[in-house]
């Protein structure tokens, strides 16, 4: 019998089906625009994928001459079949990938993991279990524009939106790991949001024959949100065709669990602008913003967020008029400050959860009352000041224009859940925390190769460098945003001086060849392993770290900078030519430098109990591979983070080709327009160093998200996309 390949087992080709239709007019007074979509992408993991239908409509009208109406609504229904399984991630036992190739997919026990475990292969999982998502939307807006006197409009937009999400998990009592009789496991989740905003602005324009050009703006925004959730879940239902519509019926109410919240968020914001200019060379723009959220202290829920911006555009200076060949030569200067409040409502207070887990008292268990969060009175907006300057140049009519730019960030008071200690009862809390710095500069260059009526070629060009710098976390030492699973090691955080992205872990030292190196060792404390060592015979080809304190013992200390998961160089490359009526274009994107960690070769390292990499097969053998400083197969080392496990992350990925044809059919028929023909592809190739799936990935992790520690991330799709478009 041919050995599995997991992947295979649960991937396929996914069709992609999208149809788009649209209606539009418009008259001296009114405008409308009408169009609906469906859209249905299958998954790549078999048994999942989307199906989505939007609409859209638009209405303008000229009521009055003073006065303008306009409505704008969208609509969309979303069924999404949720993947049943993994390709990576942190599940050993079924994520496809540390699956061993030994086991059958119709098998019920993993003979490799422990001793030997119960096991639901994923094929049975993609069959049996059932992971449904369904989400409704809409919002409506309303926009009343009235001139009240000459250059003086008033602006008012009233929006409503309103959200549901409906979330259906089962798992049937017919999976191979279930015990006879042990039944189902169900879970509903119902939440749906709603919210009520409005924006309304007053403006005024003057422009004056000898060249001055002013344009004035202030007002006020508000919105108001307000979300419910309500979640059950249970095990032991004995009727599996029923699976969550009948969430009460189970024979162990221990089994049963509900819980409920709801969440309101309040929004306030004034606003000012001028915008000058002075025939067109000079620029002036000035803004302010004070806002207000709820979901901060008390006392800090406002701040204000001032900017400015200047523009010299030189090209229309007298001095150059006779310069045919500069087309635009334009200085640009900015600075400013902004907020983020990307916190969840109420996190500066502390909270309060209940249980009904205690103890019996009469007969019966009351429920029981905790705090499980601690306050954070000062919370408040994360500021950020920004600083720009740009160069933007165009030459020989528009044939090749360059935008070069330039920029510093500095952010303080970030928005950050900081370790407490242990004694407190608490893991974290919330607080405004530290520095950090972040510049660069980019470069574009487009460039009009050939331009002639039946033939024409553009090329653009893009350059970009960016670095990111902790500069304080206070009186932390360092805080972790990732570590290691089960260990807790440290491999992605925030360290004084070093790259926000940085990388941390411990320097590899090879493996134990010989019973002197563990002998000679004892004396120098040169390296350390991450267990004990009672007989160093049975111990070699064991891996061992690099013991930076000479303490004997690995722990944090002995952690080191393993690099910057942020390129040194990034943009891309787009070509597009059209001759006659096809059209070509090819897009390469590119990415060099930065450090990359394998989180599921981790998972692995030297497992027994799970597949393996292919360089495993130069591990460290007493006889066959002596000299190897990979870990002897078997050895059982997961959960410690090194430099063993991390890549060079540069890449160059063929991201786009298209090729389209338009036929024009108006001299043919009245009916149609024309018609275009294409065939376009997606993440066609990649060239790549890293021995994962991709390494452009950042992964999600409680509120922080993480660059390049690749979490078994869900791989990019190719896909080749074929469409028709005709327009009447």
Excluded: C
């Amino acid at each position: 019998m041919k050995s599995p390949d997991w992947v295979d087992e649960i991937s396929r080709t996914a069709g992609y089906q999208n149809y788009n239709i649209s209606i539009s007019n418009s008259t001296a007074k009114s405008s409308y625009f009408a169009s609906l979509g469906y859209n249905n992408t299958e998954g790549i993991i078999k048994n999942s994928g989307v199906e989505r239908i939007t609409g859209r409509i638009n209405l303008s009208h000229q009521l009055f001459k003073w006065l303008n109406i306009s409505y704008k609504g969208t609509f969309t229904s979303r069924d999404q079949d949720n993947n049943l399984v993994e390709i990576g991630g942190t599940n050993r036992q079924q994520a496809a990938i540390y699956l061993s190739p030994l086991i059958d997919p119709d098998d019920n026990f993993n003979p490799y993991y422990g001793n030997g475990t119960p096991f639901n292969t994923p094929t049975a999982l993609i069959e049996q279990n059932t992971n449904n998502t369904k989400r409704f939307s809409s919002s409506h807006t309303v926009a009343f524009e009235v001139e009240l006197a000459k250059n003086l409009k008033l602006r008012s937009q009233e929006s409503y939106y309103n959200s549901e999400r409906h979330i259906y998990r089962y798992y049937p009592s017919t999976l191979p790991k279930k015990n006879e009789g042990e039944g189902g496991e169900a879970y509903r989740n119902e939440y749906n949001e709603n919210s009520l905003s409005s924006e309304n602005t007053l403006s005024w324009n003057l422009e004056t024959k000898s060249g001055h050009n002013l344009n004035m703006l202030g007002g006020f925004t508000a919105s108001r949100s307000k979300s419910n959730t309500l979640t059950l879940s249970g095990s032991g239902y004995m009727d599996d065709e029923v699976k969550w519509d009948n969430m009460g019926a189970v024979l162990d109410k221990e089994t049963y669990s509900a819980s409920s919240g709801s969440i309101k968020l309040t929004k306030i914001s004034y606003l000012a602008r001028i915008n000058y200019n002075y025939k067109h060379r000079y620029y002036l723009t000035v803004t302010g913003r004070f806002d207000g959220a709820s979901n901060f202290a008390a006392n800090n829920k406002w701040g204000f967020f001032p900017s400015a911006a200047v523009k010299w555009n030189v090209s229309n200076e007298a001095f150059l008029k006779d310069v045919s060949w500069i087309d635009d030569l334009s200085l640009r200067l900015s600075a400013g400050r902004t907020g983020n409040d990307a916190i969840s409502a109420y996190r500066s207070l502390a909270a309060m959860s209940s249980t009904t887990d205690g103890y019996l008292f009469s007969g019966s268990q009351p429920v029981a009352y905790y705090r499980s969060r601690l306050d954070s009175p000062n919370l408040t907006w994360e500021k950020t000041a920004l600083y720009n300057v740009a160069l933007d140049v165009a030459l020989f009519r528009n044939r090749l224009s360059v935008t070069a730019e330039g920029y510093i960030s500095k952010t303080h008071d970030l928005l950050m859940a900081i370790q407490t200690p242990t004694a407190t009862g608490y893991s974290s809390r919330n607080a405004n925390l530290g520095k950090t710095t972040n510049k660069g500069w980019e470069l574009s260059i487009e460039s009009r190769n050939i331009v002639t009526p039946k033939f024409s070629w553009t090329t653009n060009l893009t350059f970009a460098h960016n670095e990111q710098t902790v500069n304080d976390i206070g009186s932390e030492k360092f805080v972790i945003a990732s570590k290691s699973p089960n260990t807790g090691y440290m491999m992605h955080g925030y360290v004084k001086g070093y790259p926000l992205n940085a990388l941390w872990g411990f320097r590899y030292g090879g493996v134990w060849k010989s019973v002197e190196e563990f002998e000679r060792n004892a004396v120098t404390h040169g390296y350390v392993s991450s267990g004990t060592i009672t007989n160093y015979k049975n111990s070699l080809g064991l891996p061992r770290y690099y013991d930076i304190d000479h303490d004997g013992t690995l722990t944090q200390n002995d952690l080191v900078y393993l690099g910057n998961a942020d390129p040194y160089l990034y943009g891309g490359l787009q070509n597009s030519i059209q001759i006659g009526r096809l059209n070509i274009g090819v897009y390469f994107t590119y990415s060099l430098g930065g450090k990359i960690y394998n989180w599921s070769e981790l998972y692995m390292a030297g497992s027994y109990s799970t597949n393996q990499y292919r360089f495993m097969l130069d591990a460290w053998h007493p006889t066959r591979n002596p000299d190897s400083n990979l870990p002897r197969a078997g050895s059982v080392v997961v959960n410690v983070p090194s430099d063993l496990h991390v890549y060079d992350a540069s890449f160059l990925r063929l991201k786009n080709a298209t090729i389209g044809y338009t036929f024009d059919l108006r001299k043919k028929t009245r009916l149609l327009r024309d018609i275009q023909l294409s065939v376009s592809g997606e993440n066609l190739w990649l060239w790549k160093k890293y021995n994962g799936f991709d390494p452009d990935v950042s992964t999600e992790s409680g509120s922080s998200t993480m660059r390049r520690v690749d979490m078994g991330a869900y791989p990019k799709a190719r896909t080749i996309v074929f469409s028709i478009q005709v327009r009447y």
